[in-house]
């Protein structure tokens, strides 16, 4: 298995802070990857650094073989990186239909309509309503939903589940789940440690804008000392 993503010494800066310190990462092709860490440690900051939201950066970033450092962030899509923020990035105003069909295809293979329904029925019985009448968890489907729909080779997820209802955040596993057995590459920032657990082949540990461990998921029971010290959980 190849890798897909590789990030090497990344550093980037808020302004004058220096928020990243040399952060080594590689997401192999079919991977679920997980970030674990403590909030304001820089889960988010990576994702949004390799997206090229934050433009302060230095380092590797290659996806697919190719250089993404100096890449536009309006291209940055056009590669085939789908990013869903912790907002989540619907539009409120458009129905759950007129958000599918919005986004431009990047590249082929997208799912379409059918497919994104049969995956998310709960996004098919709301189809005509708009995104200010859904739930949280309903609008994390559709975000999530919104970039398959474009063909993107990876999809980066940011606190999916976070403040969502059991039941939710199990349908959101179940769809993960159903995504790495197409071949999705998929890439999550996750503070439920539970939920990581199940869904993750492998985990990044990161501590003060640096990765400090990093462990397939067939290691985790001997990880766990050192997880809780670091997590807390």
Known sequence: MG?????????????ESHVLHGVDMTVGEGEMITILGR???????????????????????????????GVPLHRTAHAG?????????????????????LPPV??????????????????????????????GGEQQMLAMARILR????????DEPTEGLAPVIVQRIGEVLRKLKARGMTV?????????ASKVADRFYLMDHGRMVADF??????????????????
């Open 39 to 69: 909030n304001g440690v820089g889960k988010t900051t990576t994702l949004r650094t390799i997206m090229g939201i934050i433009r302060e950066r230095k380092g590797k970033i290659r996806f697919g073989g190719r250089d993404m450092l």
């Open 81 to 101: 990186i789908g990013f869903v923020p912790e907002e989540r990035g619907i539009f409120s105003t458009l129905t759950v239909e007129e958000n599918l069909l």
């Open 187 to 195: 890439l999550l920032v996750e503070q439920n440690f539970r939920f």
């Open 106 to 135: 990047v590249a082929g293979g997208g799912m379409p309509l059918d497919e994104i329904y049969e995956l998310f029925p709960n996004l098919q019985e709301r189809r005509f309503s708009p995104g200010t009448k859904l739930s």
């Open 150 to 157: 474009t063909g993107v080779k990876m999809l980066i997820l």
């Open 3 to 15: 890798a897909l993503l590789e990030v090497s010494n990344l550093n980037a800066w808020y302004g």
């Open 216 to 233: 397939p998921v067939s290691k985790l029971p001997d990880r766990m000392a050192m997880l809780h010290k670091v997590l807390g959980v």
